[in-house]
């Protein structure tokens, strides 16, 4: 069933003599700065002072019992929890070209794209939902979200080090392609204080509510290990209760190799004239991080995100959940 009134404005790619010229820019002139400043020591804290949060980005929203907003870590299974939540809330039968004409995403950080999102206060996936419920996606930290007795939260967090290691590929074939800093700048930068979105930050403001009956407290990790079980949850805390064939369905439309068919409905578009086409849905998997990070690199953020959830006084099992560097589950 048709999952909302939006009509996104006429879209079409770069002309092919834009991306010609800025390929030209990208190699000549681009690539070369940032290989300088890298080589300078210089881009560490330019990474590290990361894309800003739109703090207001809800301004004067207040959610309401119509509303389930995913509060999730960059890279933490965003889109794979989004698409279960619609696909709950329209009892596995939602239709859309994009999961953003659906769900609006308030905090998007590439301004161009809000006009080809559904707007936050447009109430068309209510209507047209059976469960009268529609869908938000955040990525920012708690006290950036406005909380109500009568809305629906769900915090998704993943291991910090596949965080990392999904966020580069992203940021790699979305935006920066050739000019990407090198690994190891990367992982200084993100764990660093400097950085804008700090996993720790974002875990311990949602742990912290972990006990509030309108919040789940979910990981990547527990939806990988069982996924039915956790779309069964996911329904019974939004208090929609499923069919056998119904959670069967949802299962299906979001598994990966059932998203990885319908990409295109998942996919943010160009955002530069050198993006690559598909840049969200990339492997799926968890603790494969060793993939781009050495062990050290690995330990490091290890414990980097232990010594932060320290100092925050959050008591989250960080080695019990997550398959930590050099021993641990």
């Given at each position: 069933m048709k999952a909302s009134d939006f009509v996104p404005p006429p879209r079409g790619d770069f002309p092919v003599w834009l991306r010609c010229l800025s390929l030209v820019l990208l190699y000549g002139l681009v690539l070369p700065i940032a290989k300088t400043l890298e080589l300078l020591r210089v881009r560490a804290g330019v990474i590290g002072r990361g894309p800003p949060e739109d703090i207001e980005a809800f301004r004067h929203y207040t959610p309401s019992k119509h509303d389930v907003?995913?509060?999730?870590?960059?890279?933490?299974?965003?889109?794979?929890?989004?698409?279960?939540?619609?696909?709950?809330?329209?009892?596995?039968e939602a239709?859309?070209?994009?999961?953003?004409?659906?769900?609006?995403?308030?905090?998007?950080?590439?301004?161009?794209m809000q006009k080809r999102m559904i707007p936050l206060g447009d109430p068309s996936?209510?209507?047209c939902s059976p469960t009268g419920l529609r869908v938000i996606?955040?990525?920012?930290?708690?006290?950036?979200?406005?909380?109500?007795?009568?809305?629906?939260?769900?915090?998704?967090v993943r291991d910090p080090k596949d965080c990392c290691v999904s966020f580069y590929h992203f940021l790699k074939a979305l935006a920066l392609g050739p000019a990407m800093p090198s690994v190891a700048r990367w992982v200084d930068g993100m764990f660093s204080p400097k950085f804008s979105q700090p996993w720790a930050e974002h875990l311990a403001g949602y742990w912290a509510a972990r006990h509030e009956p309108?919040?789940?407290?979910?990981?990547?990790?527990?939806?990988?290990?069982?996924?039915?079980?956790?779309?069964?949850?996911?329904?019974?805390?939004?208090?929609?209760?499923?069919?056998?064939?119904?959670v069967a369905k949802v299962v299906q439309l979001s598994s990966f190799a059932g998203m990885k068919a319908v990409a295109a409905k998942f996919e943010p578009g160009r955002v530069m004239p050198w993006s690559k086409d598909s840049a969200m849905l990339r492997r799926g998997t968890s603790g494969g991080s060793g993939?781009?990070?050495?062990?050290?690199?690995?330990?490091?953020?290890?414990?980097?995100?232990?010594?932060?959830?320290?100092r925050l006084d959050c008591d989250f099992p960080y080695d019990e959940a997550f398959s930590v560097a050099g021993g641990g589950v």
């Open positions: 907003v995913v509060c999730s870590y960059v890279k933490a299974g965003t889109t794979w929890t989004l698409q279960i939540a619609t696909q709950i809330a329209f009892r596995g239709e859309f070209a994009n999961i953003h004409h659906v769900v609006p995403w308030p905090d998007v950080p590439f301004p161009p996936p209510a209507a996606k955040t990525h920012l930290r708690k006290e950036h979200v406005p909380f109500t007795r009568e809305a629906r939260y769900i915090a998704v309108n919040v789940l407290f979910i990981t990547y990790e527990e939806m990988k290990r069982d996924h039915a079980g956790s779309v069964r949850k996911i329904a019974a805390f939004m208090g929609v209760d499923l069919t056998p064939d119904e993939e781009l990070l050495t062990p050290e690199q690995q330990r490091h953020i290890d414990d980097y995100c232990r010594a932060e959830l320290k």
